[in-house]
């Protein structure tokens, strides 16, 4: 679950320095610079608008030891994918059905009371495609 540094911007190429701030795709693998990540496309809708889909994390960190801290608190110790989202019991806090198919999880959401305080907050597809291209 260790988030790792980024030494290239998947976008532009440039050479991203140790401990310089930075976003990273956890499912990707992925890494990108702040001004490339920054950047939204005004005429584009939803997560096209943006240079990658996916949440990105932003690393800003000093040392090594940070960047575990991040992977607990971002990602959590139970990450489930499309292959075991059955086995999870994960059901969507949007739309409350069980999850099949896609799970997505909401790395920059906060659970709450409804939702237990270390738990995830999952959307289904379906929840997360009205969210994506609502207007």
């Excluded at 040392?63 to 990602?75: A, K, M, Q, S, T």
């Excluded at 499309?82 to 969507?92: A, H, L, P, R, T």
């Excluded at 907050?121 to 495609?129: H, Y």
């Amino acid at each position: 679950m260790a988030i790792k540094l980024g030494s290239e911007c998947h976008a532009c190429k440039k050479e991203i320095n140790p401990f310089e701030i930075q976003y990273n795709c956890y499912f990707c693998k992925i890494w990108f610079c702040v001004e490339c990540a920054d950047k939204i496309d005004e005429t584009k809708l939803g997560t096209q608008s943006f240079i990658h889909p996916h949440n990105l994390i932003l690393i800003n960190v000093s040392n090594d030891e940070c960047l575990n801290e991040i992977g607990v608190l971002r990602l959590g110790e139970n990450v489930a994918f499309e292959s075991n989202v059955q086995d999870s019991g994960s059901s969507c806090n949007a739309c409350g059905s069980l999850i099949e198919g896609y799970r997505f999880i909401c790395l920059n959401c906060k659970p709450g009371p409804r939702i237990g305080y270390s738990g995830m907050v999952d959307l289904c597809q379906k929840c997360m495609m009205a969210i994506l291209h609502r207007t």
